[in-house]
């Protein structure tokens, strides 16, 4: 079975400070791997994914997410945080192509500034 | 180009009401997918529809769940005599679908729903 872990409900980090969100990952084969960011009364945005290939995958709004095999992870970073940034985060498995997605709990991120 | 659009946004029924959600996906994609997103929880997955055909609808909670897509486009969920336990956002996601089609799936702003 697919799952995901998500360790931290909640992670504050000044502005201009480098941020990361903890995610582990619990799958059957390869792992195809997502995060998405949830802000007020809106739907789920999709950020990036890892497919296949590089360990880092670059996404939208300058957010990179590091994929470790060894350590079944998947950590969010930013190098510098916005206020703007503030939202929940949700890490996501899905099995296979064009299936359904599992999602963490979320972790919900305050840039203080 | 839009979206998936999704209607109503907010949604109050009373206890033991039939409801109705309507999802209009992203245009051209073949693969719909429904979430049920409780408070404080991540989105859970209901159900999976390629074109028409729902291929996977083992997250249904229970028979009074019901959806469709009869002309492989816009989909509806209904929830016939609704309990306390159905309040919750639902959410709506496409993707491109097929052998070559994306893994992603792009995201409706929900229906929250409810009841009371």
């Known amino acids: 079975a697919q799952s995901v872990a998500q360790p931290e409900d909640q992670v504050n980090v000044a502005e201009g400070n480098p941020l990361t969100v903890k995610c582990t990952y619990s799958v059957s084969g390869n792992p195809y791997l997502f995060w998405y960011v949830q802000y007020p009364n809106r739907g789920l945005q999709f950020l990036l994914k890892?497919?296949?290939?590089?360990?880092l995958v670059k996404g939208s709004y300058g957010f990179e997410a590091e994929f470790n095999k060894s350590q079944t992870s998947f950590h969010l970073k930013k190098p510098s945080a916005l206020v703007s940034d503030s939202a929940l985060y949700f890490c996501?498995?899905?099995?296979?192509?064009?299936?359904?997605?599992?999602f963490g709990k979320g972790t919900r991120l305050h840039i203080l500034p | 180009g839009a979206g998936v659009s999704q209607s109503p946004r907010y949604k109050v029924a009373k206890r033991g009401q039939d409801v109705a959600l309507r999802c209009d996906p992203i245009?051209?994609?073949?693969?719909l997918f429904w979430y049920q997103q409780a408070l404080g929880q991540g989105p859970e997955f209901l159900t999976y529809f390629q074109n028409e055909a729902q291929l996977d609808k083992s997250g249904l909670p229970s028979d009074r769940f019901f959806a469709e897509r009869p002309e492989g486009s816009v989909s509806t969920l209904k929830i016939q005599r609704t309990q306390q336990e159905d309040s919750a956002v639902y959410l709506c996601?496409?993707?491109?679908?097929?052998?070559?089609?994306?893994?992603?799936?792009?995201f409706g702003p929900g229906t929250r729903l409810t009841v009371t």
């Open positions: 890892y497919i296949t290939g590089d360990n």
């Open positions: 245009s051209g994609h073949v693969s």
């Open positions: 996501a498995v899905t099995p296979n192509r064009d299936d359904k997605i599992i």
């Open positions: 996601a496409s993707s491109l679908g097929g052998p070559h089609g994306a893994y992603e799936q792009y």
